[in-house]
């Protein structure tokens, strides 16, 4: 199947392929068509599989067709994200989509002055992390009351931060008539509670089984002490020294200590986590992005929102609290069809951690 036979028109197939996009994976190929009737949906796939094209194509062929005007302050539609990583990586991809739609991002750590300036204008599309979206709505400086489209992407993580409190503030401002769309890599049960206080009738779309991960990762385990992690940690990167490597520790100080203990013996390294200012964090992921840094040591912030080539090695450093995260970090890696490699780390204390990744 092409993006041709998906019903959509010629100015958007040669825009994907422009882009090098020509076949729609799984996700895209089953969500566009019901999307572009205008159906809510309810969309299951692993990470790395194109989620954002397949809600992304559609909102702007829905909002090109419209040829409305933005009135002031208002959005026309409306994309809601965990992180301000995927809020920014949504971003670059629906500007690569358009170039006629007028597309804004608000999310914390930037000005929140120059944000409700640019409001002031009006957007086609407003992709936001909630946090700062309701600063923006208690300010008054959005007006959600025309908006026709919402999309809810990686709508699982969403709920572990407290999204759930904050979607009770921001849905009922929008339009009664629209369209909703929902996206995700796993399924826990309080997301379908919301998928059904959100969505009407919508088409569930599940390419993969909630939370299954890429095939083509190939997953090990090391025992080891945890005062051990760090020199296994070190000798395991040193058999691939020009290769990506995305490290995940459970918490910011130790990610911290970790990345200045790498660079401090001849890595190439940087970190990425919640203490970090939003221009630190968009100039280490830049510089991942890049190759001038072959080492990125994260949390969990990090597990989404990153769509980085050649991703090599995911390490699991520390293992995840809730198994899901080890779902969604090692989606970092074998992107797009490649091949890529997650390693746990397991200490004494962490088995109750494995044994409910291994089940999941």
Same mark, same amino acid.
């Given at each position: 199947?092409?993006?041709?036979?998906?019903?959509?028109?010629?100015?958007?197939? +040669?825009?994907?392929? *422009? %882009?090098?996009?020509?076949?729609?994976?799984?996700?895209?190929?089953?969500?566009?068509?019901?999307?572009?009737?205008?159906?809510?949906?309810?969309? @299951? &796939?692993?990470?790395?599989? *194109?989620?954002?094209?397949?809600? *992304? @194509?559609?909102?702007?062929? &829905?909002?090109?067709?419209?040829?409305?005007?933005?009135? $002031?302050?208002?959005?026309?539609?409306?994309?809601?994200?965990?992180? =301000?990583?995927?809020?920014?990586? @949504?971003?670059?991809?629906?500007?690569?989509?358009?170039?006629?739609?007028?597309?804004?991002?608000?999310?914390?750590?930037?000005?929140?002055?120059?944000?409700?300036?640019?409001? +002031?204008?009006?957007?086609?599309?407003?992709?936001?992390?909630?946090?700062?979206?309701?600063?923006? !709505?208690?300010? =008054?400086?959005?007006?959600?009351?025309?908006?026709?489209?919402?999309?809810?992407?990686?709508?699982?993580?969403?709920?572990? /931060?407290?999204?759930?409190?904050?979607?009770?503030?921001?849905?009922?401002?929008?339009?009664?008539?629209?369209?909703?769309?929902?996206?995700?890599?796993?399924?826990?049960?309080?997301?379908?509670?919301?998928?059904?206080?959100?969505?009407?009738?919508?088409? %569930?779309?599940?390419?993969? $089984?909630?939370?299954?991960?890429?095939?083509?990762?190939?997953?090990?385990?090391?025992?080891?002490?945890?005062?051990?992690?760090?020199?296994?940690?070190?000798?395991?990167?040193?058999?691939? =020294?020009?290769? %990506?490597?995305?490290?995940?520790?459970?918490?910011?100080?130790?990610?911290?200590?970790? !990345?200045?203990?790498?660079?401090? /013996?001849?890595?190439?390294?940087? +970190?990425?986590?919640?203490?970090? +200012?939003?221009?630190?964090?968009?100039?280490? @992921?830049?510089?991942?992005?890049?190759?001038?840094?072959?080492?990125?040591?994260?949390?969990?912030?990090?597990?989404?929102?990153?769509?980085?080539?050649?991703?090599?090695?995911?390490?699991?450093?520390?293992?995840?609290?809730?198994?899901?995260?080890?779902?969604?970090?090692?989606? =970092?890696?074998?992107?797009?069809?490649?091949? *890529?490699?997650?390693?746990?780390?397991?200490?004494?204390?962490?088995?109750?951690?494995?044994?409910?990744?291994?089940?999941?």
């Amino acid at each position: 199947m092409t993006f041709n036979e998906l019903g959509l028109n010629a100015r958007m197939v +040669s825009r994907l392929e *422009g %882009r090098g996009l020509t076949d729609p994976t799984p996700i895209q190929a089953r969500a566009i068509p019901h999307a572009l009737e205008g159906r809510d949906i309810l969309g @299951i &796939a692993q990470t790395g599989t *194109g989620k954002t094209a397949a809600f *992304g @194509i559609p909102l702007v062929v &829905a909002l090109s067709k419209r040829q409305e005007k933005a009135a $002031p302050k208002s959005a026309r539609g409306l994309i809601l994200a965990p992180t =301000r990583e995927l809020a920014n990586q @949504i971003v670059e991809n629906l500007r690569g989509l358009t170039s006629d739609l007028r597309i804004m991002l608000v999310v914390g750590g930037k000005s929140i002055n120059a944000q409700t300036q640019k409001l +002031s204008r009006g957007t086609d599309i407003l992709v936001a992390t909630p946090g700062r979206l309701i600063d923006l !709505m208690e300010r =008054r400086a959005v007006d959600l009351s025309r908006t026709r489209f919402l999309v809810l992407d990686e709508a699982d993580q969403m709920l572990d /931060i407290g999204f759930v409190h904050a979607l009770r503030q921001i849905a009922p401002k929008l339009g009664k008539d629209r369209q909703t769309m929902m996206f995700s890599a796993t399924m826990p049960k309080t997301m379908a509670e919301l998928s059904r206080d959100y969505l009407t009738d919508p088409v %569930r779309v599940e390419v993969s $089984p909630p939370g299954k991960v890429a095939d083509k990762v190939s997953h090990s385990v090391h025992f080891v002490p945890k005062e051990r992690k760090q020199d296994l940690l070190i000798d395991l990167l040193d058999g691939h =020294r020009d290769d %990506r490597a995305l490290v995940f520790s459970r918490t910011k100080p130790g990610a911290e200590r970790l !990345m200045k203990h790498l660079e401090k /013996i001849g890595f190439a390294a940087t +970190s990425l986590h919640g203490n970090k +200012s939003q221009g630190q964090r968009d100039r280490a @992921i830049a510089a991942f992005k890049a190759g001038s840094v072959r080492v990125l040591v994260a949390t969990d912030v990090a597990a989404r929102g990153i769509d980085i080539p050649d991703v090599g090695q995911v390490y699991n450093y520390d293992l995840p609290n809730l198994p899901e995260n080890y779902v969604h970090r090692i989606g =970092r890696t074998a992107r797009a069809g490649q091949a *890529g490699r997650a390693v746990a780390f397991c200490a004494a204390n962490e088995m109750d951690e494995l044994n409910a990744i291994e089940k999941t």
